[in-house]
């Protein structure tokens, strides 16, 4: 017995965290846990429990493993949030008269009221012209820049509005930092006791391994803050509305058959012309040759002439 008491004076750092675990295996849910040990100790186990639910025990004098718990998609509801927190994206198709004229224009807007052109692609062939862009602006404009875009379209072919509740996910992932930076300040005082030269670098091993997580826990949160706050908006538009999808209950299209007949006639007299060019090349050859069958022609046509006036 003198000897086990001997041995925890001499590794007290190593036997706090034995007591740790053995109260994390006999008392799971350590939020609830209430022991008579001293306000600091009960600190320490709380949050290390905490922890412990994602983070499995591993080996040497820290005890946890430094695969600590990052946001996870499925949030836990949180019906008590009166504020809600809502990812808002919309897509719009528009039969517009113009496509370079309407990219030109919608941009000017977009960046009037505070947004910004994401991805832009404007295509010009001969029957019809085509665009497509990304826009993001700001959340609460969303409608009005919606009713902007119908206003100076020929027809809003489709309209769509999706929405997305993140509160949950948020409130969940401000939960995680809270229990990072927790357990973070718990290393950081054990780091503070640590004699041994092993239980010195398993402590800053484990606070950078938290440190990095916490960083990127930060960058989720201001993401979330980010993408709530504006709206992305896919805008197909086109010269003809038969390229948005929309069937109209008379297909029958004169101008666009204008443009393929025309399409189709410059193709037949660029085929005519190609013709024509190879011929005139080849002639070098083919002139020559035929002149030569012309004048054998000829020359056989006399003698055969002669040969019959001769019998005669």
Known sequence: MKKIFTWIKSNKLTSVLILAV????????????????????????ESLDMVSESAPLGRGGMGFSSNLPIPSPSAT????????????????SLHVKDVKESVTTITKYVE????YVVTQEVNTPQESSTGYMSV?????????????FGEKAVRVVQEKITGRDITDEYVDTQARLAILEKT??????ILDEAIEFDDILRANREILSI??????????????????ETSLITI???TDELELG?????????????????????????????VVIWIGVYSVLWVPALVIVLIVKKVLKNRKSKSKVSKK
């Open 22 to 45: 053995f109260l994390l295996l006999f008392y799971p849910s350590g939020g609830e846990f209430r022991s008579s040990i001293d306000n600091y100790s009960e600190y320490k186990t």
């Open 77 to 92: 509801p949180h019906p008590e949030v009166e504020k809600r927190m809502k990812v808002k994206n919309a897509s719009i």
């Open 112 to 115: 009037q009221i505070g947004g």
């Open 136 to 148: 993001r602006v700001p959340s609460d404009k969303l409608a009005a820049t919606l009713e902007y």
């Open 184 to 189: 973070k300040t718990i290393f950081e005082e």
């Open 211 to 228: 440190q990095s997580q916490i960083e990127y826990v930060e960058g989720r949160l201001l993401y979330m803050e980010k993408t709530s």
């Open 236 to 238: 197909s538009m086109s």
């Open 246 to 274: 929309y069937a109209p209950s008379d297909a029958w299209r004169p101008k666009v058959v204008l443009k393929k007949a025309a399409r189709s006639l410059v193709a037949d007299a660029r085929g005519f012309g190609e």
